[in-house]
Nanobody
Framework: QVQLVESGGGLVQPGGSLRLSCAAS????????MSWFRQAPGKERELVAA????????NYADSVKGRFTISRDNAKNTVHLKMNSLKPEDTAVYYC?????????WGQGTQVTVFS
């Protein structure tokens, strides 16, 4: 079955960096686009970044452009999100997403907390 397992979250001060990873299994990873979403308390889940199957096309939310970088390693079935210059408003649970035919799949999420 499809599994997405995130890791790499944690506590960091403003201006700091974190690198999130998502290990995927149960489907042909290299055939599908992958995305990172986040959900802050009391807010809706929002798209942070997305990358196409071969990594040719990448999109970012305006709020993270220039600070976050999404990448993927199709040989290792992993997708990463490097987050630099973190701000308190980046605090959220970050989710890995795979949009397969007929269904979206989500990981369990990893907490990122940016505190002063």
């Amino acid at each position: 079955q499809v599994q997405l397992v995130e890791s790499g979250g944690g506590l960091v001060q403003p201006g700091g960096s974190l690198r999130l990873s998502c290990a995927a299994s149960g489907f042909t990873f290299s055939n599908y686009a992958m995305s990172w979403f986040r959900q802050a308390p009391g807010k809706e889940r929002e798209l942070v970044a997305a990358i196409t199957s071969a990594g040719i096309s990448i999109n970012y939310a305006d709020s993270v452009k220039g600070r976050f970088t999404i990448s993927r390693d199709n040989a290792k079935n992993t997708v990463h999100l490097k987050m630099n210059s973190l701000k308190p408003e980046d605090t959220a649970v970050y989710y890995c997403n795979a949009r397969l035919p007929h269904q979206d799949y989500w990981g369990q999420g990893t907490q990122v907390t940016v505190f002063s």
